[in-house]
Each structure stands twice: as structure tokens, then as C-alpha cells.
């Protein structure tokens, strides 16, 4: 039985990281904290804001979502019904990049967004991102 349980277990995790069928975000608030959140491609945006509140507790709000460009700019992530494979899709093949992945292969794809709950404050937050 621990078998299958290991099987099972394994399986998802691979499934987790398939890259052909979910994206991986670390979504990281403007504190520090971070975790990663997986989704399915051919979910939407507004499924994407859902996901992270849901994984952060309800009374968390977003007050913004966001990913800081290979330039340094701050791109935001506008509530919209637009797929995610089509919103990564126009950051990652413009020249240059503006997303991509923050862990070097063979790790699996993962980017980086961040998430500002209006939590903060001067003492918590990361003067770079929030």
C-alpha cells in the first residue's frame, strides 16, 4: 500500500511541473514570504487572482499582482478573462524577454510574481518590488 501511495504521490508532482500543461508561479508578497502556485494553462487571469487568494486566505485582497521585467520595469497583471498561455506567451517572446524563468535548468519553469496585499508596512516590505 505505501506503493501506491508513493506512486500516486510521485505522479503528482510530475503532473504538477509538466510544463506542457501548468504554469508554476512563486508568488512572493511584498513581506518576503513566498510559495508556488500552480495552474493550468488554459485557465484565465482572473482564475490566476482566485488561485492566490484562495491559497492566502480570503481576507487577503489584491491590491496588486505583478512580475518585474528582465528590464527592471514593473509589469502589471491586469484582471481579465485573457488565457494564461496567452499572457505569459506575449512576455516571453518579445526581444528582449521580459519573463523568465527564475531558476536556472534543469529545474522546472518557474516565474516569479509578486503579490501586494496593502499589508505592509516601511519596516516589512522590500523597497525594490512593493
Known sequence: MDNH???KYDEFIRNTFNSSLNFVFEVTKCCGYSTFISIYKQQTIIELYAKIIYHFGENNKIKDLFFISTQNERIQIPVSNQLLSDFVSSHICCNPSRLVPIYDL?????????????????HQCSPSYC
Open 5 to 7: 501511495y508513493q506512486d
Open 106 to 122: 534543469p529545474k522546472p519553469v518557474i516565474y516569479r510574481l509578486y503579490f501586494d496585499d496593502g499589508c505592509c508596512n516601511e
